[in-house]
């Protein structure tokens, strides 16, 4: 089994965190707890300075499947939670129609753990100081798949220009593999498909890409 402690030296030279000790374990749980209160202090980018509560993520840590949004918006900066009010219930619900619970099944996070002000797109700069965070995420965690909500998470995870303000359709129905290592499939942002919800044509591609998630991992 693969030794996912993260030595103090790492997290003092990775994070500039001199004063952070962090003894080693193999428990997933404990390291991103470990990991949480790092990102809780976090000042590497202007975001931290506006937040209410760091969003580090939610979920269980020995999960196959990994979830990746963009940014926490103002319900998740008031309860420290990713994915809540009516985009992350309908998330619950496309999760539960592959016969998955969010809770039980997958870990959830975002690229960026603070609030962007007016949910605005985070910056390249902000991108790079907090993605070092995901990148230890998903090293402890050891998904199989990454399933990237929304264009913005999927070109990041891609190594694609985040300001490219593309489309997000050429990256849907096809895996690919992520710049952290770990399979990816790209799909509607869960906000995007509520808004959304009134036209049959994206809550149902929506379905599908969540379908097509829940067959690469071999659970249909």
């Known amino acids: 089994m ?40 976090c000042a590497r980018c202007p975001l931290g300075a506006g937040r209410k509560k760091n969003v580090f993520g939610w979920g269980n840590p020995y999960a196959r499947l990994m979830l990746v949004g963009e940014g926490p918006g103002r319900e998740e900066d008031d309860l420290g939670k990713p994915f809540v009010g009516k985009s992350g219930a309908l998330l619950t619900r496309l999760l ?75 990256l849907r129905g096809k895996l690919h593999r992520s710049a952290l290592g770990p399979g990816l499939i790209a799909t509607y942002h869960p906000s995007y498909v509520s808004r959304n919800e009134a036209k049959p044509e994206v809550i149902a591609a929506a379905r599908k890409d969540f379908a097509f998630a829940a067959a690469v991992m071999g659970w249909r």
């Not at 997290?11 to 390291?31: I, M, N, Q």
């Not at 099944?105 to 965070?133: L, Q, T």
């Open 96 to 170: 539960s129609e592959i016969g998955l619970d969010r809770e039980r099944d997958v870990y959830i996070a975002n690229v960026v753990k603070c609030r962007p002000p007016e949910n605005r797109d985070p910056s390249p700069g902000e991108i790079s100081a907090c993605f070092r965070f995901l990148k230890l995420q998903v090293e402890i965690i050891s998904p199989d798949l990454l399933l990237c909500l929304g264009r913005f998470s999927a070109r990041a995870l891609l190594g694609l220009p985040t300001d490219d303000r593309g489309s997000l359709e050429p």
């Open 2 to 41: 693969k030794d996912r402690s993260l030595p103090l030296f790492y997290l003092r030279e990775f994070f500039g965190l001199r004063e952070f000790y962090l003894t080693g374990t193999r428990d997933r749980a404990r390291s991103l707890s470990l990991l949480a209160e790092v990102a809780a202090r």
